[in-house]
């Protein structure tokens, strides 16, 4: 699959700027990405841990559109599906369908369409790539999230994802904690151990 060197992901984020606080959850999903594929590349699965991490690196890079400074509301913000686009316009358009897909534990055609994304659009994380970015977009070392408790946790009680999603559409919240879960337990049974963040190891 083509994708974009650690060159050309900078020179793309230059192109989008992102504010602060954006570009360095980036960066931290990034290294969560790294962190997982090189686990479960240990475990002994043939990946491609520097297309993970360039995907985690790039995988916002559609807020730049939807940055609240240019005058969007959060609530209208469906920057997957332009960071999508985005890269589609680039010529990675392989890539992009695995970068795309990381909103909650995904969206369906029906539910994304619901949402107000624009579409029809499919953000369930089907293939690999994918569900390695959805859940490295997920734990968030910096805020305390390390672990798939902190992240259903943070479902439950988070206004913000309530506002934008949940209360739009009624079971969404257990069905995106029923995927999540899935993923997560999945990615574990081929090695990944987040475990390190608990302890420290993982700088």
């Known amino acids: 699959m083509d994708y974009p060197s650690e060159r050309e992901a900078y020179l793309i984020l230059g192109r989008y700027p992102l504010p602060k606080p954006i570009f360095d959850h980036s960066l931290e999903v990034a290294r969560n990405c790294e962190i997982i594929g090189s686990q479960i590349q240990d475990a002994g699965s043939d990946i491609d841990v520097e297309l993970l991490r360039i995907g985690g690196l790039l995988h916002d890079i559609g807020r730049w559109k939807y940055n609240p400074e240019n005058g969007f509301s959060p609530e209208r913000d469906f920057h997957e599906y332009e960071t999508g686009r985005l890269l589609d316009e680039l010529g990675y358009l392989s890539f992009a369908d695995v970068v795309r897909r990381?909103?909650?534990?995904?969206?369906?055609?029906?539910?994304?369409?619901?949402?107000?994304?624009?579409?029809?659009?499919?953000?369930?994380?089907?293939?690999?790539?994918?569900?390695?970015?959805?859940?490295?977009?997920?734990?968030?070392?910096?805020?305390?999230?390390?672990?798939?408790?902190?992240?259903?946790?943070?479902?439950?009680?988070?206004?913000?994802?309530?506002?934008?999603?949940?209360?739009?559409?009624?079971?969404?919240?257990?069905?995106?904690?029923?995927?999540?879960?899935?993923?997560?337990?999945?990615?574990?049974?081929?090695?990944?151990?987040l475990s390190i963040y608990k302890c420290g190891k993982e700088r």
């Open 102 to 193: 990381h909103p909650l534990g995904g969206l369906t055609v029906q539910e994304s369409s619901v949402l107000g994304y624009p579409g029809p659009v499919d953000l369930m994380p089907i293939l690999f790539g994918s569900k390695v970015i959805c859940i490295a977009d997920k734990i968030r070392p910096s805020i305390g999230i390390v672990s798939l408790a902190d992240k259903v946790a943070d479902y439950k009680s988070n206004p913000r994802l309530h506002k934008r999603y949940f209360s739009k559409m009624p079971g969404l919240l257990e069905r995106t904690i029923e995927r999540v879960s899935l993923i997560w337990h999945g990615l574990e049974s081929l090695g990944m151990d």
